[in-house]
């Protein structure tokens, strides 16, 4: 039973460049939260989702940021036009919706040169 | 105000000795309180989660929760330089829909 999968898990990016991240929930588990991390820095919440639908996106910047999660296939975590404040830790989670916790992917390290 | 607040330590406990990790919350309605444990470079792992008033306890750990102060904690007892990482208390909120974490705790424990 595989956890929560990131990939990839390092990238590096040119300014200007799109980043893509990708995460796939554990098996059973419909909700899908993104989170940011700076160094030396706790987790900001990014977005929350379920299949096809976006239930909260408070923590995403405005501009250059989305997420999706389909019908079929993973969530995707997509920064356009990055930048190298955007250059952080990024980690999906997962959970099935109960208040048991989320379970965390093994993030995404993006680096923007 | 921060809306899960933590001291960022950081921490040191010799080896044996109960560390005490403390978090403040502001969100008057919030219902679920976790307690994940991160190693440098690693993701976030579950410890704990407590959602009564009161203590909880699993194995060396212990959660506290105090709703009326807004004040989570954690205690570990026989602390072990294994237990050496940051340790980060998350709340969900009355909305339900998010879970929102302290900045973290980092905390050595000293052989």
């Known amino acids: 039973n595989a956890g929560v999968m990131q990939n990839p898990r390092h990238l590096v990016r040119r300014r200007g460049q799109e980043a893509r991240l990708r995460c796939s929930p554990m098996?059973?588990?419909?909700?899908v939260y993104w989170y940011r991390q700076l160094p030396e820095e706790g987790l900001k919440f990014m977005v929350y989702?379920?299949?096809?639908?976006?239930?909260?996106e408070s923590g995403m910047p405005k501009e250059r940021f989305s997420a999706e999660f389909p019908k079929e296939g993973p969530s995707i975590l997509r920064i356009q036009q990055v930048v190298r404040g955007d250059s952080a830790a990024y980690f999906c989670?997962?959970?099935?919706?109960?208040?048991?916790?989320?379970?965390f992917g093994s993030g995404t390290r993006l680096t923007v040169v | 105000q921060k809306e899960v607040e933590q001291n960022s330590g950081p921490l040191s406990v010799p080896e044996g000795a109960i560390a005490s990790l403390n978090c403040t919350y502001s969100d008057r309605g919030s219902q679920s309180f976790f307690w994940y444990r991160q190693y440098s470079g690693k993701s976030p792992e579950l410890i704990m989660f407590i959602y009564s008033n009161g203590d909880k306890e699993d194995g060396r750990f212990t959660a506290q929760l105090n709703k009326a102060s807004q004040y989570v904690s954690l205690l570990i007892r026989d602390s072990q330089p294994s237990d050496s990482a940051t340790y980060l208390c998350a709340v969900k909120g009355s909305n339900n829909n998010d879970m929102r974490f302290g900045a973290g705790t980092r905390l050595t424990v000293k052989p």
């Open positions: 098996k059973g588990h419909s909700h």
């Open positions: 989702l379920q299949k096809e639908n976006i239930i909260d």
């Open positions: 989670a997962s959970s099935t919706g109960t208040d048991y916790g989320y379970t």
